[in-house]
Antibody
């Protein structure tokens, strides 16, 4: 069974930091690109960024609103990806999902985590 | 960035109705277009990928069409479990983007 499980969310003050984890199982993690997508309450989906797999040299990309503040990494030995969030702003408050696409297949988000809430507030 | 614009933003329909949602890209994205369904409190679910390919396990009443900049998601006969929000998403550029969503409500 395929699973993506996010953890590490919670309440943080503006300007603070938080690190989310995404633990994967049931598929070839090293051959997958891991993405982070967020959704503010009552709003639509926003793609945050991604980290490619080993074959594509773990290249990262980010939406402009988080570039320079957020960083995505991965540990293929643990089948886990991470989203390091620094200099957090109130507008970063959202449910964060990890998702993936197969580096050797179609570019589609076929598996998703359940989501984790990040609240940035004083 | 490639902007994705969906229409309508919301619609009301009855069970059995044929429903069509459109998605327009701000530039050519070939067929790198996916559709997702999201219900409240749940993660999105992939319905259609590469503009017109039905994801495994998705009912055949869902279909997608289009290429270039204009795309369509069609539900041939709306079922009670189809009331949800639908998003298009492009995977053509380095930065992937979603449409703003279309909420399908019960008439």
């Amino acid at each position: 069974e395929v699973q993506l499980v996010e953890s590490g969310g919670g309440l943080v003050q503006p300007g603070g930091s938080l690190k989310l984890s995404c633990a994967a199982s049931g598929f070839t993690f090293s051959g997958s690109t891991i993405h982070w997508v967020r959704q503010a309450s009552g709003k639509g989906l926003e793609w945050v960024g991604r980290i490619r797999g080993k074959a594509i040299n773990y290249v990262t990309a980010y939406v402009p609103s988080v570039k320079g503040r957020f960083s995505i990494s991965r540990d293929d030995s643990k089948n886990t990806a991470y989203l390091q969030m620094n200099s957090l702003k109130t507008e970063d408050t959202a449910v964060y999902y990890c998702t993936r696409h197969d580096d050797y297949g179609d570019q589609k988000f076929d598996y998703w985590g359940q989501g984790i809430l990040v609240t940035v507030s004083s | 960035d490639i902007q994705m614009t969906q229409s309508p933003s919301s619609l009301s329909a009855s069970v059995g109705d044929r429903v069509t949602i459109t998605c327009r890209a701000s530039q050519n994205i070939n067929n790198y277009l996916n559709w997702y369904q999201q219900k409240p409190g749940k993660a999105p679910k992939l319905l259609i990928y590469a503009a017109s390919s039905l994801q495994s396990g998705v009912p055949s009443r869902f279909s997608g069409s289009g290429s270039g900049t204009d795309f369509t998601l069609t539900i041939s006969s709306l079922q009670p479990e189809d009331f949800a929000t639908y998003y298009c998403q492009q995977s053509y550029s380095t930065l992937w983007t979603f449409g703003q969503g279309t909420k399908v409500e019960i008439k």
